[in-house]
């Protein structure tokens, strides 16, 4: 958590898998008397009581928090420079019509990937130009459905889609279509490395790569970067209007470094066109990929540090470059929603399982023993450690334990032997069928990004706040699941 949103120092863990309060926990998380955790002033046995588990936990006073602290951190440090900024919710972290208007509420937009997505945003009633459609694939009816709610930005991904959102602005009539065209600026960042590279090889954006063009526009020339001849090929179109350059370099950066030379290159993209045509674009958006703890020690991005970080970097650039410098936009998804969340879930089966076994050579057989520790969720809930190897912490919930640590394996029901929600994680060696165990900071891309593999109905998200639960997403059913089967 950033230093304006909590505490900076990591928390004191104990070896016995005891929760302390602090990152990766969400502000509201203590552990009461008995040794059960709270969450906003909600004990998680009377949660699983009522609602059953798996089930997603949003703590909604520390995800407005961080809302408001990313906003009011860029806001500070870009005005000391002397340029204004926004801050888009990525609603692909996880949306909901309580979460939109949570966000919007603490002054945030709404950036969104899809038709689903928007439509969550505009049934929050977000207001059509605090919203942003992204998409490197839409489809006619989510350009057209952008079009008609009147959002504020269209982030186009490709020529191709010009020349469509074009045509659905002239066959609509009316205001030329705001764009903001995606760039890919070969910065990579991720970790707490980024690299750099000239030529993309990937599905987002255009390159800045010149001579890259594959295609053409008018006034663009054959040594053209992709971007610079997309840029040219709006300003060609009296539909269209050219809001924006936007330039998103990865997830989960703790090095804001990247954000700064990404944004340096956005900047002489701007100055080039500026140069050639005259038209200074007025926005350029950063993106998202702001970084969170995920394991007790880990520290946070600071926002109030990036911000100022990148602010006086873009200061800098557009100085060198002559360029008064554009309105600024940001899009953190992660960050916002990410720490807020947990999931919350039930043990079953305890199996201590020998790792290695006998070595085949005479020496004596391994001792190492993991015990895994079954869920009653998993890969389809949280598919991230599959997806991508990420790592996640876990406590036993409902009790302490003074019992000796194991080392203990995290894995799901699913019939699949890579569904492990945590790789190693201490656990007290007591723990047992019917215990609860909460796994920290799974506010983002948990329930996005869920499934029903193996026909597992997805858990309910559950907002808690002063002492109070409510339920924003309710859990599936197997009806659910069933009337979609038209048999
Ligand atoms: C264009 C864009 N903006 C924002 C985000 C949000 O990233 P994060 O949730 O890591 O902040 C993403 C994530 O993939 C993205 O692709």
Known sequence: MSASAGPTTPPAFSPTGTYVPGE???SGVRRGPDGALTVAGVDVRELAVAQGTPAYVLDEADLRERARSYRRAFEAAFAEVGAGVDVYYAGKAFLSVAVA???HAEGLRVDTATGGELAVALRAGVPGEHIGLHGNNKSDAEIARALEAGVGRIIVDSLVEVERVAAASRARGGAPAPVMIRVTTGVHAGGHEYISTAHEDQKFGLSLATGGSV??????????????TALLAVLAH???ELLGIHSHIGSQILDPSGFEVAARKVLELRAALAERTGFLVP???LGGGYGIAYLPGEVALDPDRIAKDVAASVAASSADLGTPLPRFSIEPGRAIVGPAGLTLYTVGTVKPVRVGGPTGDGEAESTTVRTYV???GGMSDNIRPALYGADYHAELANRLSDAEPVLARVVGKHCESGDIVIHDVLLPGDVRAGDLLAVAATGAYGRSMASNYNHVPRPPVVAVTDGEARVLVRRETEDDLLALDLG
């Open 24 to 26: 990766p926990w969400s």
């Open 101 to 103: 208007r949570w966000v």
């Open 215 to 228: 295609a053409s526009a008018p006034g663009a020339q054959v040594e053209d970067s992709p971007a610079m």
């Open 238 to 240: 009296p539909e269209l």
């Open 283 to 285: 926005e350029v958006d």
């Open 374 to 376: 079954s869920i009653d």
